[in-house]
Nanobody, 122 residues
């Protein structure tokens, strides 16, 4: 089975930048889609962005469009999230996910990482 591990979270000031990584391992790794979700305190897990693994098509939530950039290195089985112009409302635990589709819905993803904390101070 696929295992996903996030890294790169931390504490940054509003307006700052952070880069998250999601490293995948397993016997086979051939998802159709990979995505980032986040969950703030007292909130539901929400969609951030997805990328199709082979084609590289991306789709961003309106809340992050123009500020965040998703990328992947298929040779390294690694996905990245470059976050710029960070806002306090971006704070939360960020999770990477992989699955047989590329959608904005949490339940559509099969494999999940354990999350990495991002805190943006005002």
């Amino acid at each position: 089975q696929v295992q996903l591990v996030e890294s790169g979270g931390g504490l940054v000031q509003a307006g700052g930048s952070l880069r998250l990584s999601c490293a995948a391992s397993g016997r086979t790794f051939s998802p159709y889609g990979m995505a980032w979700f986040r969950q703030g305190p007292g909130k539901e897990r929400e969609f951030v962005v997805f990328v199709t693994w082979i084609g590289g098509y991306t789709y961003y939530a309106d809340s992050v469009k123009g500020r965040f950039t998703i990328s992947r290195d298929r040779a390294k089985n690694t996905m990245y999230l470059q976050m710029n112009s960070l806002k306090p409302e971006d704070s939360g635990v960020y999770y990477c996910a992989a699955g047989p589709r590329a959608t904005t819905v949490t339940s559509d993803y099969r494999d999940w990482g354990q999350g990495t904390q991002v805190t943006v101070s005002s």
